[in-house]
Each structure stands twice: as structure tokens, then as C-alpha cells.
């Protein structure tokens, strides 16, 4: 008979916990608690049932999604890490590299949206400087539902001030993101961060636990009863008629994670190789880090739990290694180091304790009180039996095909103006004014263009970044929505002139058990693996954010591109807006009638509905080339991808925030001006440039016609012409969201 | 010219700070908020951020840093000392400065670049400068400027006033953006002059503002 | 001594409070109707030993003074109680 614990005396014996079946509240299911026990061949007790609901839930292991994330292309040569590490790394030469990655928050930000916000950086810029690297830009990828709810401003209001008060407080400009307004995501808003971070190279650290006898480290801030089981509650949908998960919401402490990440880029830099492998403790905190850190090396790992630091009193093993109090790291030391680099961290007033060490036995052993509360294999721990989901068409996507909508428009001057106004297209300044988007002193293109542009100090280099997805074209076609999610990144950063090199990505579906949604899942990662080995961008890093429905309602599949470009030449960063008047206006690609999924679609209709046509890779990928070559040659001074709204809101876009207007015409109907047709990009090059720009650009490029010294943009089709005062478009544009979130 | 460039827990700015003095030739240096001594510097600049995560009141914490006597000291003795932002904040909470900085009138960060008037273009920090109206940008939660009638009064009679909003920011009072003490050796402002010294990044009106404490 | 002192931190009547004024508007649009005015302020609970009461409270009222208002804008209440020591 073992002695049990104080702290422990009212939990669960492992027969109370076969019999309760609490572990089905977990997430773990009966088949996998039997494998458990059959594994074990014993009951597991109550910590190490924990342990494995934990590790074998999706947010951690990634079992059902696994098998759609292996497909993925990750390699080329520029990749120095790909996915498996905190985040992915990309070589820009003179030894130094990019690091990046997004992440979810969506379920702690639908039940607490400041705080899981808040968090989510949090989480998301640990990742990074867990690498060895300096953060140095966040970018947002926001959904909501309609903004006349009143709880989507609630949690619109809530999600922002939380981004902004934390990345603002680090000192992290946000430079970068996307907002979408639509009725699917009422109930599941998504909040996906990104982070990016440069690296000199020989800094590298990754999350290993190598070298029998090194230290396991634990830095950062004390931990409490937060969030525990939080990775099994983003694993699980929401039952909108309970709120009872409240209790899982991490709060988070910009302050504590400015000086945690300071000291351990301080400490990677001073320590170097003696400092063996750094994790942040994020889902599923201690247990998760530690599990994996050991598993990726291959050996094992002794933690005596008495040592953690803790804030609240009489913490059971089970919370301790479940808790997901922020602002926590992990580090391996070498043995004969641990006190100095621990020295570092009370310095500055942070929690450093030795609390174990990495064995040689493979196993996962806790002690607490002098008892040992789990032993388990770390490879069996890390490893959850594999999943098959089945995959099955959408039945949307088998009917009947909903006829060609063809839009028949009156007044297009009324439509346009109804257009800039639609939450979606209009300008989300409001939203980003509440980022300090120009600390650091390294913007040079911040938010409201294509890309940011994020230099780096002392080289002629610049970093452009973007986040994107349409999720309705998702939804009407899965693999080209997922095709037009990158082609649609990449043209973003290629506006700027800079040539895409990399992607993360965050994966936001509804339930993976669904067939349906794990067709949509599956085929829509399958359009994004295309694109991205055309344009020769690897998925270094990412995400998966799955039951993303409320009632069995699933949100438009939502794949998330980030994707990070590389200027070599900071002279050739070009912008959107309009340069001179008499500049000639170009349109690279052909307008088509693409109406299907379209922001006019859903203005005119209140619905989206068609088929989506399928997109020629290699058309896409010259045209970027073409802008890529006439920026570099210093022909285009203006560039802007088309995207929603078509190529009315384009111009729109380039004549605001200049004195200019423009004049172009076309032989198609004026209603096409919206059309959200792939490939598209507009240009503008100087008269005298025109002979070289068109030898360059053959046939890909269309004159539509100038800027003019007026603000009035005029833009003529084949039946009618949109007429508008550059003034009257903007404040339109402008002052949408301000006017609906104040209403 | 010798410069230091306080770092308090939490300061964010602080790089930027010295990367702009360093654009001028300044031999620039960051200091703990733990030391003691700011012998030998000229100039000594409070830079941006959240020191002690603004918790409380932002600056009250750090008013309390060790390296706060050796500022007063130095303000004493004539030193130049600038507070930008969250060091202005510092600067008013250790009463080097009156009045108070408070948050912005309609609630969140703001972050924009907005036109701003050189009110006194003879002093210290203002002396380069040949325009009167320039844009400077502003990142700040916490920026109204609050003081009480007399006190307002007192620095407007004493051309005390150096930087004034053209807009409504933060809801200031009388628009004020930034200030100097009676001798006119501390200033303190809400907008950041070291994001402004760069083309490339889009802004180059803090450019007199170095040039001025140089000069 | 174990003493539990509460400091209660509002701004003083003639400064601008924004959060309130969102606070109320808040409250307003949830049918609060009847809110006339909403002030956000400051509350503190100190744990502090201390001889005895007189000295507890001279405590208290310095801390409250010295740091945690600013005086330009801030007044404040206090409470004290003497506390048992688990």
C-alpha cells in the first residue's frame, strides 16, 4: 500500500476512475483508455490518465489531422526547420533566417475574448523567441459575424483590445492581418496570430531534450489552476447552452513575458550550445513540453514535481502538469551551467528552478511528496493510436449546381459605393489604430497595404507578410479555395515587390468526425499544397483548429495562409497608391464573369452559392512574375492585387490617400469591374516607361487607362460607367466599421 | 555629446531610442533602472514602453527605480532630461513635471501619425526646427495630458508649452502634447521623435528634435 | 498584529472618467435605463503587521498617499480591521 499524497487524498483511485469514466470528459474515449490500461496492463491513476487525455487530444497530437498535415510540402532549399518545432525557419542569407508561425485561439477567445486574445500572442511570440530568434511583427487573422450584432462588437471590441494590449506591451508592432465579417462565424469567431522573428542562425535552438543527466529548467511565471485541461476543451465543440467552460481561460501577463523574453534571447546568447533545447509551455503546459521534448530526443525524463513553482497552494500533480498558466518555458541545460543561466532569470525577478532531468530509460516518471505519481513510456505518451477519418463530398457539393449568378445592376455607381461600405472591403483602420504598429522603428509599410514590410536593420533587406483566406470560396470548392488562399498571400507580398518564400498556416474546420468536414479539410489542404510548391513557398509551420461549430453548425472551412516574403533590395519596396498623374494604369490577367462567392454575391443575394472555376497555377504564377520583374526593373512605381470587390475596389484602393483620381475603360460590362477573378493584378507605370513595360509584359498586361490629376475615379465598361469623387468613396470606405461598431 | 538611455522593466522604446541618438553621433548608452550614478552624461533620455507593466498607474512604479534620485539630481543640475511617452508618464509621477498624463478620452491605445505644432521654437529640444506645424507619431492608452487650471495657466504664461496637438487625440488639455519644467532643462512628450528620423520608414520631422539637443 | 486594510481609489469628482462614461453607455444599451452615472475606481486589500491599530492605519494611509494615488487626480477611502493569522 503506497502512501497517497495530502494534496491527493480526495482524488479518484484508478478503479473510481474506470468506473466514473471521467476521462470521457476529457476527451479521451473508451477505446483509447482501454488500449491505455491493456498498454499499462494495469489501471492508469488519476494524474496519468490526465497525462494521456491531454497528449492524445488533438490540440496536442494532431491525430485526426495528421494524416492531412504529413501531405504537406516542406522542404526546398531554404528551409532550415521545417514543421515539429515551435515554429519554422527559413535561411535569408548573411546567416541570418526568418522564423514563423500562426496559431488559434478561437475557443478561449469566443467564451473570454480579451483574455484569449490576449493569449493567443502570448503563446504565439513564445513560440518564436523559444527558437533563439527576436520577434519582430505580429499579424492578425480575425473572423467575426455580422457586425450589426451587437455581440459580435462585444467580442470584436473584446479580441482587439487583447491583441493590442499585449503586442503593445511587448513592444512587438502588429503590422499585419486580415478582418472578415460573415453570418457562419457568429457563434466561432477566429482569432489566429502570427509571429515573426529574425534569427542569426547560430543561434538556433530547438525543443529537445538531449543529453542523459542534462537539467529540465523551468523559467517564467509561477503556476496556478489556469486553463487546466484547456487543450481538451479547444478539442471539443461548444453546446451553446452551457457556459461552464469559463473556468479555462488563461489570463495573461504581457509585462512577465516582455521580461521572459528578453532574458531568454539574453540567455541563448550568452550560453549558446549549453543551453540544449528551450519549449514553451503552451497547450497543455508542463506535461506537453516536457513529453515531447524527451520524445523528440529520444530518452527520458525525471521531473520532481515538489519543485515547480507555484502561486496557488495545495496544486495535486495533476494540475501542476496540466495547468496552462502563461508566460512559462522550458529549458534542458547542461548540468554544469544551471545555476548561472537560473541566475539570469531571478535577475529579472522571474521563477528558475531546476525541476529534473533528462534519463536514459525512455520513461516518463513523476515524483511528488516522495511518491512517484506516473510512469509511463514517453514514445507511448506521445504517440495516439492513429486515426482514420473518413472523408465524404459535401452534399452541397454534389447537387444539382445552383445556376451561374449573373448580376444584374442598375445603377453600378449605387453598387459600387454600397461595396465599399460592405464590412469585409471597407477599411479596417479603426480596428488596427489600436496597434502600435511602428515600435522597433523597422515598418516600412504598415497596415492598410498589400504586405507589411518589416525591415532589417543594417542590411538592404526587407521582410513582407501577410495572412489570408477567403473562406467562402472554400466553401464552394474546398481544393481551389484552398489553391486561391496562397495564390492570393503570394500576391499580396508580390505587390510589394518582394518574392514569397514561406507559409504557415492555421487550419479552422468543424468537427473532424464529420465526414463532410474532413473532406473539406483534406481537400482544401490538398489545393493549398499545390499552390505552394508552384510558387516554391514550403509550409514550414502551422496549426489546426478543428470543431469550429456551435450546435452542430460548422463555420466555412477556413485555412489560414500566412505566408512571408523576402525584398533583397529595400529601394524596390513599392506600395499601392497611385504615384503621378498621366501614370498608365494596367490590368495584368483577364476579367471573367467569377461571381460565385463574391462580396457582390452576398450584397445582392444575402447568400453565396455556385461553382467556382478552377484556377491555372501556371497563369498565376507568371503574372507574379511579371509584377515581381517590372517592379525590379523599375517600371511599376504602383502595385495592388485584386481580391474582394473585384478591380472597382482596386483603384478605389490606390487613389485613397492620394490627390490623384483615375480614368479607365473596358470592353466588358461595368458590373465585371467587381468581379473577384484569379490572377488579377493592377499596375501603374510612367508614360515613358510604357514601350518597356509592355514589351515585358506581352499580352499579360491590359492598358485601362490613367491616373488623372482629378479625384474623381470614372471607370467606364461596355454598358454604363461608375462615377464617383475619390472623397465621397473614402469616407464610404472609411467610415464603415467606425459608424457600425458605435451604432 | 554623451547619452544615456534609461531601461526600466518593461520599457520598450529603449532601443529605438538609442538607435536614433547613435543616427546623430551621439555616444549613446542604456542604464539600468538599477544604477545609481548618471555622472558624466549630458543628456538623459526616459525612452517609451510600459515600465513595471504600467500596473497601478503607468509611471508610478517606476518613479521608485533606484536610478530615479540620480535623474532628479541630474534635472537639478541643469542636465537635459526627456521623457517620451511612458517616460514622460515617469517624468510627471516624480514630479519633475506637473500635471498628470490620464487615459485617452475615448478609451484603447491609439496608434496614428498626427500633425502637431511647434509652440516654442526657441527652446532646448525646438531651437532647429523651422516649421511650426510637423507630424510626429503617436502610440500611446495613456496620454491625456491633466493639470489643474492654475497650473495650465502657469505653463502657457511661462511659454512652458512645447508641442500641441492640431487635433483632438486624446482629449488633452488645451491639446497639449508636450511640456518643459520652469528652467526648461525637462521636457516631456507624448509623441515619439525616434520614430521619426528615417525616410524609409516613412517619417523624418523628429530629425530637428536631435538636432536641436545637439545644437 | 494582523491587520486586513481595504483602500478604495476613485478620481476626484471633477476629472474625466472615460471608462465610466463607456461603462454606463454599456449599461444603457443592456436597459440598465435608470444608470445615471457609472465611476471606475480602484480597489486594494493589504495584509500588513503591525503593533496596533494606530500604527496599522498610519501605515495604510501613507502607502495610499505615497503610491497608490496620484494626487493630481485621485482621493481615496480606507478601511482597517485587525485579521486572525491562519
Not at chain 3, 502607502?63 to 485587525?82: F, H, R, V
Amino acid at each position: 500500500m503506497t502512501i497517497i499524497p495530502e494534496a491527493m487524498r480526495n482524488e479518484p483511485t484508478p478503479e473510481e476512475v474506470r468506473a466514473s469514466q471521467v476521462y470521457l470528459q476529457w476527451s479521451l474515449s473508451q477505446d483509447e483508455y482501454e488500449m491505455i490500461c491493456q498498454h499499462l496492463n494495469r489501471l492508469p491513476n488519476y494524474t496519468e490518465t490526465g497525462l494521456f487525455a491531454a497528449m492524445w487530444s488533438e490540440h496536442c497530437s494532431y491525430k485526426k489531422s495528421k494524416p492531412v498535415l504529413r501531405k504537406f510540402w516542406s522542404q526546398n532549399e531554404r528551409v532550415v526547420q521545417g514543421p515539429g518545432e515551435g515554429a519554422g525557419v527559413l535561411d535569408i542569407g548573411d546567416n541570418q533566417a526568418v522564423v514563423f508561425k500562426a496559431e488559434s485561439h478561437n475557443h478561449p477567445s469566443a467564451v473570454e475574448p480579451y483574455q484569449g486574445a490576449a493569449t493567443g500572442v502570448g503563446g504565439i511570440i513564445r513560440d518564436i523567441f523559444s527558437m533563439g530568434a527576436q520577434p519582430i511583427a505580429i499579424l492578425d487573422s480575425l473572423r467575426f459575424g455580422e457586425l450589426h450584432h451587437n455581440t459580435t462588437k462585444h467580442l470584436l471590441n473584446g479580441i482587439v483590445s487583447g491583441i493590442a494590449d499585449y503586442g503593445n506591451s511587448l513592444g512587438i508592432p502588429t503590422v499585419g492581418g486580415d478582418v472578415m465579417f460573415d453570418a457562419t462565424y457568429q457563434q466561432n469567431p477566429i482569432v489566429n496570430a502570427m509571429a515573426v522573428g529574425l534569427l542569426n542562425q547560430a543561434d538556433l535552438h530547438v525543443g529537445k531534450a538531449e543529453g542523459i543527466g542534462n537539467r529540465i529548467l523551468y523559467v517564467g511565471a509561477k503556476t496556478g489552476r489556469d486553463g487546466i485541461h484547456g487543450a481538451t476543451f479547444a478539442s471539443s465543440d461548444f453546446d451553446s447552452s452551457t457556459d461552464q467552460n469559463r473556468s479555462a481561460v488563461q489570463v495573461g501577463d504581457p509585462f512577465l513575458e516582455k521580461l521572459l523574453m528578453d532574458t531568454t534571447i539574453k540567455a541563448i546568447h550568452i550560453f549558446g550550445a549549453a543551453i540544449v533545447g528551450v519549449q514553451d509551455m503552451g497547450a497543455a503546459g508542463l506535461v506537453s513540453s516536457s513529453a515531447e521534448m524527451a520524445g523528440k530526443a529520444g530518452n527520458g525524463i525525471h521531473l520532481n514535481l515538489n519543485q515547480v513553482p507555484q502561486r496557488e497552494t495545495n496544486l495535486t500533480p495533476y494540475e501542476l502538469m496540466l495547468s496552462e498558466s502563461q508566460e512559462r518555458m522550458l529549458m534542458v541545460v547542461q548540468a554544469d551551467h544551471v545555476a548561472e543561466v537560473a541566475q539570469l532569470f531571478t535577475d529579472a525577478d522571474l521563477a528558475a528552478v531546476d525541476i529534473g532531468e533528462v534519463t536514459a530509460d525512455g520513461r516518463y516518471r513523476l515524483d511528488f511528496d516522495g511518491v512517484e505519481v506516473a510512469n509511463i513510456d514517453v514514445q507511448y505518451l506521445i504517440t495516439p493510436p492513429k486515426q482514420n477519418q473518413k472523408q465524404q463530398v459535401p452534399a452541397r457539393l454534389t447537387a444539382e449546381a445552383d445556376p451561374e449568378f449573373v448580376p444584374e445592376l442598375t445603377d453600378v455607381t449605387a453598387t459600387f459605393k454600397d461595396l465599399l461600405a460592405q464590412s469585409t472591403i471597407a477599411s479596417k483602420a479603426e480596428i488596427f489604430k489600436h496597434y502600435d504598429c511602428s515600435v522597433r522603428t523597422d515598418t516600412v509599410i504598415k497596415p492598410g497595404g498589400d504586405a507589411a514590410l518589416v525591415r532589417i536593420k543594417n542590411t538592404r533587406k526587407v521582410l513582407a507578410m501577410t495572412t489570408d483566406v477567403n473562406g467562402r470560396y472554400v466553401y464552394l470548392n474546398p481544393q481551389v479555395g484552398g489553391q486561391l488562399a496562397v495564390a492570393e498571400a503570394a500576391r499580396n507580398i508580390v505587390a510589394t515587390g518582394a518574392t514569397p518564400i514561406g507559409i504557415t498556416d492555421c487550419l479552422n474546420f468543424g468537427d473532424p468526425d464529420d465526414p463532410e468536414i474532413y473532406y473539406e479539410l483534406a481537400q482544401s489542404c490538398a489545393g493549398i499544397n499545390e499552390m505552394a510548391q508552384k510558387l516554391n513557398t514550403p509550409i514550414i509551420s502551422g496549426n489546426v483548429s478543428l470543431y469550429n461549430e456551435t450546435d452542430g453548425q460548422a463555420i466555412y472551412p477556413t485555412p489560414i495562409i500566412g505566408m512571408v516574403g523576402l525584398l533583397e533590395n529595400i529601394d524596390h519596396a513599392t506600395t499601392i497608391n497611385f504615384k503621378n498623374a498621366d501614370d498608365l494604369i494596367y490590368l495584368i490577367g483577364t476579367v471573367r464573369p467569377d461571381f460565385n462567392g463574391s462580396e457582390l454575391q452576398k450584397l445582392v443575394t444575402g447568400k453565396i452559392s455556385g461553382q467556382l472555376k478552377s484556377l491555372d497555377l501556371n497563369i498565376e504564377k507568371q503574372h507574379q512574375q511579371l509584377v515581381l520583374k517590372g517592379i525590379e526593373d523599375q517600371l511599376i512605381n504602383s502595385a495592388h492585387d485584386v481580391a474582394e470587390g473585384g478591380v472597382a475596389v482596386t483603384l478605389a484602393e490606390m487613389a485613397f490617400k492620394t490627390p490623384f483620381g483615375c480614368q479607365v475603360q473596358a470592353d466588358f460590362a461595368a458590373s465585371w469591374y467587381f468581379a473577384e477573378s484569379p490572377s488579377l493584378f493592377v499596375v501603374t507605370v510612367r508614360p515613358e516607361h510604357q514601350a518597356d513595360f509592355e514589351l515585358l509584359a506581352r499580352t499579360q498586361a491590359h492598358l485601362l487607362g490613367k491616373v488623372t490629376a482629378d479625384t474623381k475615379l470614372e471607370l467606364t465598361g461596355s454598358d454604363q460607367t461608375i462615377k464617383v469623387n475619390q472623397a465621397v468613396a473614402q469616407k464610404l470606405y472609411e467610415e464603415s466599421i467606425k459608424c457600425q461598431l458605435n451604432q | 555629446m554623451k547619452a544615456a538611455v534609461i531601461q526600466f522593466p518593461g520599457s520598450n522604446c529603449d532601443l529605438d531610442m538609442l538607435n536614433a541618438l547613435q543616427l546623430f553621433g551621439v555616444e549613446a548608452q542604456i542604464v539600468s533602472h538599477k544604477a545609481t550614478s548618471l555622472a558624466g552624461y549630458d543628456a538623459i533620455f526616459l525612452p517609451g514602453g510600459f515600465s513595471f507593466g504600467d500596473y497601478l498607474r503607468c509611471g508610478a512604479i517606476a518613479r521608485f527605480s533606484p536610478i530615479m534620485t540620480a535623474v532628479t539630481t541630474a534635472a537639478a543640475a541643469g542636465k537635459l532630461i526627456v521623457g517620451v511617452c511612458n517616460g514622460f508618464q515617469i517624468l510627471t509621477e516624480a514630479g519633475l513635471l506637473p500635471g498628470q498624463l490620464m487615459m485617452n478620452e475615448t478609451p484603447g491605445f491609439i496608434c496614428a501619425e498626427v500633425p502637431i505644432t511647434v509652440i516654442n521654437q526657441q527652446s532646448q529640444f525646438t531651437n532647429q526646427y523651422q516649421q511650426a506645424t510637423i507630424t510626429l507619431p503617436v502610440a500611446h492608452g495613456e496620454g491625456r495630458y491633466y493639470a489643474d487650471e492654475a497650473t495650465i495657466a502657469q505653463l502657457e504664461a511661462n511659454h512652458q508649452v512645447i508641442f500641441r496637438y492640431q487635433t483632438n487625440v486624446n482629449g488633452s488639455a488645451e491639446q497639449i502634447a508636450g511640456i518643459v519644467n520652469e528652467k526648461g532643462n525637462v521636457l516631456g512628450m507624448m509623441p515619439h521623435p525616434e520614430r521619426a528620423v528615417e525616410a524609409i520608414i516613412g517619417n523624418i520631422d523628429g530629425q530637428d528634435f536631435f538636432r536641436s539637443i545637439l545644437n | 498584529m494582523m491587520y486586513l486594510g481595504k483602500v478604495y481609489v476613485s478620481y476626484k469628482p471633477s476629472v474625466f472618467d472615460p471608462q465610466g462614461d463607456v461603462i454606463k453607455t454599456s449599461l444603457h444599451q443592456l436597459n440598465f435605463q435608470g444608470v445615471e452615472s457609472v465611476t471606475q475606481g480602484k480597489y486594494f486589500e493589504i495584509k500588513l503587521v503591525a503593533t496596533n491599530l494606530t500604527e496599522a492605519t498610519a501605515n495604510l494611509v501613507k502607502m495610499a498617499e505615497e503610491l497608490l494615488i496620484n494626487p493630481n487626480t485621485e482621493t481615496y477611502q480606507y478601511a482597517i480591521d485587525e485579521i486572525e493569522v491562519l
